[in-house]
C-alpha cells in the first residue's frame, strides 16, 4: 500500500536513501543533510500555520511511502502562495 503523507525529521534517512538512487533528477533536493535538515523542519512548521487562511509562502514537503517495505518511493513539494 502506497501513501503520501507530510514529511518528518524521522524521514531524513529514507529521504537521503532516494536522493543517492534518485540521481539527477531530483535538483531542488541536493544529497546535503545541512540542507535537507532545515527544509524538513520549515515544512513541518508550516503544518502549525496551516489554520491561517491566507497562503504566505509555507513550504509543505511530503514523501510517498510504501507501507508494506516500510520505504520511501517519491517526494513532493507545495509552496504557497
Avoid: C
Avoid at 501513501?3 to 533528477?25: E, F, S
Amino acid at each position: 500500500m502506497l501513501i503520501i503523507r507530510p514529511i518528518t525529521q524521522d524521514d531524513l534517512g529514507g529521504l537521503m536513501d532516494l536522493l543517492v538512487h534518485a540521481g539527477h533528477g531530483l535538483t531542488s533536493l541536493p544529497l546535503d543533510e545541512e540542507v535537507l535538515i532545515p527544509r524538513i523542519i520549515q515544512s513541518e512548521r508550516s503544518f502549525d500555520y496551516a489554520e491561517n487562511d491566507k497562503p504566505g509562502g509555507e513550504q509543505y514537503l511530503f514523501v510517498m511511502e510504501d507501507l508494506f517495505k516500510s520505504k520511501l518511493i517519491g517526494v513532493s513539494g507545495i509552496i504557497s502562495k
